[in-house]
């Protein structure tokens, strides 16, 4: 079982930067793919970016290619999502989640969710 909290949001211009976290409890972290993955008001879950439980593989949407950085710390049971060059339609909650095998962004194939945290870009 793996437990996860997200921290870092909060309320941006649009062109700034933030970084959040994602903090997992569990001695089993470092075996998982994690992602991170966002729900705007009236939208469906989307995905955002996923990491290889080494770290070595990385796998970006088109929305986040070139602005986003995933990253993990597996000896701190982190995930980082480094978001640059923000835009108003970044605006969502932001999810991290865990998936005990497998790759890649299909939601249903995630198996642990965080309750989120909030990210506010304004123009």
Not at 26 to 41: E, I, L, N
Not at 84 to 95: C, G, I, Q, R
């Amino acid at each position: 079982q793996v437990q996860l909290v997200e921290s870092g949001g909060g309320l941006v211009q649009a062109g700034g930067s933030l970084r959040l976290s994602c903090a997992a409890s569990g001695r089993t972290f470092s075996s998982y793919t994690m992602g991170w993955f966002r729900q705007a008001p009236g939208k469906e879950r989307e995905f955002v970016a996923c990491i290889l439980w080494s770290g070595g593989n990385t796998y970006y949407a088109n929305s986040a290619k070139g602005r986003f950085t995933i990253s993990r710390d597996n000896a701190k049971n982190t995930l980082y999502l480094q978001m640059n060059s923000l835009k108003p339609e970044d605006t969502a909650v932001y999810y991290c989640a865990a998936r005990q095998s497998g790759w890649g962004g299909r939601i249903k194939e995630y198996d642990y969710w965080g309750q989120g945290t909030q990210v506010t870009v304004s123009s």
